[in-house]
Structures are given as structure tokens and as C-alpha cells.
């Protein structure tokens, strides 16, 4: 049986917009389930509560209702946070440091030190691709270096939960394609991943479950594979299959030689299902 790393139960969150006699209902009465080792995508549209939903799994924003928990332990509860990385949407980096200034500055935050600390950033620099960049200063830094830079310190303390929000924002394609594939790397270290993100090409390539939000409602979730598939259409991969055999394929495929190679649901596209499930929010 694997192992829960996040479980949200009916979590709501309301703002009270000051001045105003107004509340705004970021998140309704949502309910996810995050297992140890899976990558998990967290999708909506602007405003739809995906950054408010990961600041509350991490204990950075209280629930109104409802609760978080992170390896069994309330989101509240500070000793929660030793088990996970965290890399915002918009970090602050002081940019006079180094790369790896930064990494050992963020190491000595989260009580390493000694050779451990200094084994952990070389190998850290080695990860993301940084170590020819790690006594340049972070000014001289490009977006996706930065953001590689991010996700080095969010993996300093050897987390087994990461929780990035927008990992690729800003980031050119070449940018994107090399934090893609650092995803694919920790995931097959076994790391639990937890993102938000637009770039629904990417989420496709990386994720093994996805949620779908709007104004705040969890709208879709589940499986990625089965979320994408196309209901009632079976396809049917056929190897060495005359010409002929396409036209009476309902008849011939038993007795025409040809060999089912396989059979499953054909799939969408992981932004079709998005644009979908989101249409009725974005009429209102």
C-alpha cells in the first residue's frame, strides 16, 4: 500500500477584501489525494485558486474550513515542512551571491553544514546543470538559470515532497525543455512532485495525475491517461496489414494474416481536456 504524501479534505479558503464588504472564495470544498512517488498537476486558469491551494498545503496560508496534511501531519504544524522543497512562482534571490553561495546560504537555513553541506551543493550544481555557473553571481543569471538555481535550493534539505508553483514561468523553450527534464530525473529518484503550471505540453510529458481547477472547483481529476482518453473508440494498432485489409477490416482482420499489436482508447490532448473542462467558467 503506497503512502499518502498530500491529502486535502473539503478545503475551503475565503478572502475578506478590506474596505469592502466582500469575500472572495478562492477554493471550494476541495478534496485531493497526492500518493508518495507520483508526479501530480495542479491546472487552472488564472485565478482559479492553484497558488492559494499550494500556499495552504504548505501551512503559508490558513484553510477557512477543511484541512491539509503533508506524511500524515497537519499542514499547520511546522514539523510538517522538514519533508518538503517548496520553489514559488516568482523567488527572491539575493543576486550578489553565487550559485553556490546560494545553495550553502539555503543549506545552513535548513540546519546542514560541514562536509554534507558541501558534497550536497556540487552534487545539487551537477543536477541542474549549473556547475560551470557556480561562482557566477546570480545577477549574471538568465531566467532559466535562475529557475534551475530555484529548484537546486527547493532539493538542498534532500525533500521527499516538491512543490512547485509555475516552475517554467518565463522561461524560454530551451529553458522549459531542461527543467522538463530535471522533472523526469526526480521523478525517477522517486521524488513526489506537486506543481501548478500552464504549460500543458509539459504537465502532459511529466505528470501521472492531474486536477483541473476553476473559479476555485476542483472541475476534473484523476489518472492522467484516463482523463485524456476518448470514451466509446477503440483504436487498433495493426503490424504488416495489406492495404486491402483497411477496407474489410470488420471481416478480414481474423483471417488476413495481420497481428493486433495493440489495442487501447485513443487519447486527447491534455489541453483540450483543459479548454473543455474549463469552457462553462470562462462563458460566466
Same mark, same amino acid.
Not at 472541475?219 to 474489410?248: C, F
Given at each position: ?32 489525494? !497526492? ?7 495542479? &491546472? ?8 492559494? @491551494?499550494?500556499? !495552504? ?10 484541512? @491539509? ?9 511546522? %514539523? ?13 534571490? #539575493? ?10 546560504? #539555503? ?11 558541501? @558534497?550536497? !551543493? ?8 549549473? @556547475? ?8 549574471? #543569471?538568465?531566467?532559466?538559470?535562475? +529557475? ?7 532539493? $538542498? +534539505? ?23 527534464? &530535471? ?18 505540453? +509539459? ?15 476542483? !472541475? ?16 487498433? $494498432? ?38 473543455? %473542462? ?7
Amino acid at each position: 500500500m503506497s503512502e499518502t504524501a498530500v491529502a486535502v479534505r473539503g478545503l475551503t479558503k475565503i478572502f475578506n477584501v478590506p474596505f469592502r464588504r466582500e469575500r472572495i472564495v478562492a477554493v471550494r470544498d476541495l478534496n485531493l489525494t !497526492v500518493e508518495a512517488g507520483q508526479v501530480y498537476g495542479l &491546472l487552472g486558469p488564472n485565478g482559479s485558486g492553484k497558488s492559494t @491551494t499550494l500556499k !495552504v498545503i504548505l501551512g503559508l496560508v490558513s484553510a477557512t474550513r477543511g484541512s @491539509t496534511e503533508i506524511f500524515g501531519r497537519r499542514s499547520n504544524e511546522v %514539523a510538517s515542512r522538514n519533508a518538503v522543497g517548496f520553489l514559488p512562482e516568482n523567488p527572491y534571490f #539575493y543576486k550578489y551571491l553565487t550559485g553556490a553561495e546560494t545553495l550553502r546560504f #539555503y543549506g545552513k537555513l535548513c540546519g546542514l553544514g560541514g562536509m554534507r553541506l558541501k @558534497t550536497g !551543493v556540487g552534487e545539487l550544481l551537477e543536477l541542474v546543470g549549473l @556547475t560551470s555557473a557556480a561562482n557566477r553571481r546570480l545577477a549574471g #543569471y538568465s531566467k532559466g538559470m535562475l +529557475q534551475r538555481i530555484g529548484l537546486a535550493q527547493a532539493l $538542498v +534539505q534532500d525533500p521527499k515532497l516538491l512543490v512547485l508553483d509555475e516552475p517554467t514561468a518565463g522561461v524560454d523553450p530551451a529553458g522549459s525543455r531542461e527543467i522538463r527534464d &530535471l522533472l523526469l530525473n526526480l521523478k525517477g529518484r522517486g521524488i513526489t512532485i506537486l506543481l501548478s503550471s500552464h504549460l500543458l505540453s +509539459q504537465v502532459q510529458e511529466v505528470c501521472d495525475r492531474v486536477g483541473i481547477l476553476a473559479r476555485g472547483v476542483l !472541475v476534473r481529476e484523476g489518472p492522467l491517461e484516463k482523463l485524456t482518453a476518448i470514451e466509446n473508440q477503440i483504436e487498433l $494498432v495493426l503490424e504488416n496489414a495489406p492495404d486491402a485489409l483497411m477496407e474489410r477490416i470488420a471481416t478480414l482482420v481474423r483471417d488476413s494474416g495481420a497481428r493486433i499489436v495493440e489495442r487501447r482508447m485513443p487519447q486527447t490532448t491534455l489541453e483540450k481536456l483543459f479548454l473543455e %473542462a474549463t469552457r462553462e467558467e470562462r462563458q460566466d
